[in-house]
């Protein structure tokens, strides 16, 4: 049974920092490209960052890039998000899926409960 399991959301200052893990199971990690969306009240889902299989290639969305880092251990079975600073607009639910390597969401095919991420000013 594939699982897709987020930590590390929280509620934390603008300019400050947080760090999302993404624990995989009941599939190969190192198989797939791996994305983290997020999903802000009363908005639409929205691609934040995609990680290749290896990890040598990465892509963002461009209200993140600079601020955030996706990476990914296969040996862990974990994928990352780095946040650093952190903007109120950051808040949302934070997603990580499995799936393409695109910042299309419906090119992911399994998807985590998420995680919350409150910034505030």
């Known amino acids: 049974q594939v699982q897709l399991v987020e930590f590390g959301g929280g509620l934390v200052q603008a300019g400050g920092s947080l760090r999302l893990s993404c624990t995989a199971s009941?599939?190969?990690?190192?198989?797939?490209?791996m994305g983290w969306f997020r999903q802000a009240p009363g908005k639409e889902r929205e691609f934040v960052a995609a990680?290749?299989?290896?990890?040598?290639?990465?892509y963002y969305a461009d209200s993140v890039k600079g601020r955030f880092t996706i990476s990914r251990d296969n040996g862990k079975n974990t994928v990352y998000l780095q946040m650093n600073s952190l903007k109120p607009e950051d808040t949302a639910v934070y997603y990580c899926a499995r799936g393409r390597f695109t910042y299309l969401s419906n090119e992911y095919v399994s998807w985590g409960q998420g995680t919350q991420v409150t910034v505030s000013s």
């Open positions: 009941g599939f190969i990690l190192s198989n797939h490209a």
């Open positions: 990680i290749i299989w290896s990890g040598s290639r990465t």
